[in-house]
Structures are given as structure tokens and as C-alpha cells.
């Protein structure tokens, strides 16, 4: 059985106690932190996950990491943040990004040294475009096969659309249509020839 967890804010200040449940902010592979705390002030956001067991071992990784952080700033559109875990006997898990928005595009520019430890840094750049009811994005990577994605999502009324590619001309296209009272019905295709459909519902 897991532990309760239990979440106190109190001005601006949220404090979260969860045994091996708060989030790691790099990449959310991380699951043995104990203790968080977020929070903003301004234009600055920032969080901090630690582990409170120096030996817990994470169960999905196998690594262990006394920490997890994330400092953002946002001012005059550009929005900065930078995300890091410690991981013991390995490099620190380390992400930077830098965001502008103008108008309906926003781009981002974003650094990933990969954990290190040999490991070649990759550099990411995204573009979004908001026409109305649809945002369109494309984002490339200088990774070892150069890969890049794009996706439409269209919305309109109780209806959302979304189709999605990339560089191995994978793509899926799904329709969802909102219910109410929290339930969604989805249909949609993929490359594979697969074709599914479900209802989910959130309370």
C-alpha cells in the first residue's frame, strides 16, 4: 500500500509529502522523492523533490537521486527555466530551454546533455502556431537521426481533433467528443492500420 500524499500551500508556497510519488522535474523517469516544494514569486517559478532515504533505490530506473529542481523566469515574452537531477555515481540529468512568444508563434529552444557521461548533448527547436481554433506545431531535434515531429489539434464546440507525424512517416489521427459531466469519447487511426475508440471519464 502507498503512502497518502498531502499537499499544504500557504502564500504561494505549495509543500508536498508523498513517500517515492513527487515529480522529478527533468524528465519525469525519476519516482523516489519524498518531499517537494514549488512555488512562484513574480515572474519566477521554481521547485525543488527530494529523497529523504539515501539508499532508496528508484524501482522504474534503478538510479537513485538525492534531488530534482526547476528555476523559471518569464519577463517581457521570453520565458527562461532550467530542470536538474542528481543522480549518485552518474552525471546530473541537466535540460535548458528558452521560450518566445510573439503574437500567435511561440518558439522554443531547448538544450538536453542527455545525462551525460559520454552522451551528446541535443538541441531541440519548436514552433507553434495558433490560427485561430488550431495550433500547429513542428519541433526538430539534432539527435542521431535528425527526427522531427508535427501536429495539428483542432477544436471546435464539444470536438477536438488532433494528427500528428514524423520523420518515419509514422502518424495517428484521433477525434474526441466531449460528453460532459467528465466523460470523453475518442476514435481515431494510425500507420499501423490500427483503428481504436474508447470512453474516459475524470471526476
Do not use: C
Amino acid at each position: 500500500m502507498s503512502a497518502p500524499e498531502v499537499k499544504i500551500g500557504f502564500n504561494g508556497v505549495t509543500i508536498e509529502l508523498e513517500s517515492e510519488g513527487v515529480q522529478d522535474y527533468y524528465d519525469g523517469d525519476l519516482h523516489n522523492y519524498d518531499i517537494g516544494i514549488s512555488g512562484a514569486f513574480g515572474g519566477l517559478t521554481y521547485g525543488i523533490a527530494m529523497d529523504t532515504n539515501a539508499d532508496e533505490v528508484d524501482a522504474v530506473s534503478g538510479q537513485t537521486s538525492d534531488y530534482s529542481a526547476t528555476v523559471g523566469y518569464t519577463i517581457a515574452g521570453v520565458s527562461l527555466s532550467a530542470s536538474t537531477n542528481a543522480r549518485k555515481g552518474l552525471d546530473a540529468q541537466t535540460a535548458i530551454s528558452a521560450s518566445y512568444t510573439m503574437g500567435a508563434i511561440k518558439a522554443t529552444l531547448k538544450n538536453d546533455n542527455m545525462g551525460g557521461e559520454g552522451a551528446d548533448a541535443v538541441n531541440t527547436i519548436t514552433v507553434a502556431y495558433t490560427a485561430g481554433p488550431a495550433v500547429i506545431t513542428l519541433s526538430a531535434k539534432d539527435d542521431a537521426i535528425n527526427s522531427w515531429d508535427a501536429s495539428v489539434v483542432y477544436t471546435t464546440g464539444a470536438y477536438t481533433i488532433n494528427a500528428n507525424t514524423d520523420e518515419s512517416d509514422k502518424w495517428e489521427a484521433s477525434v474526441a467528443y466531449d460528453l460532459g459531466g467528465g466523460a470523453k469519447m475518442t476514435v481515431g487511426a494510425d500507420s499501423t492500420d490500427t483503428s481504436f475508440a474508447g470512453v474516459s471519464f475524470a471526476f
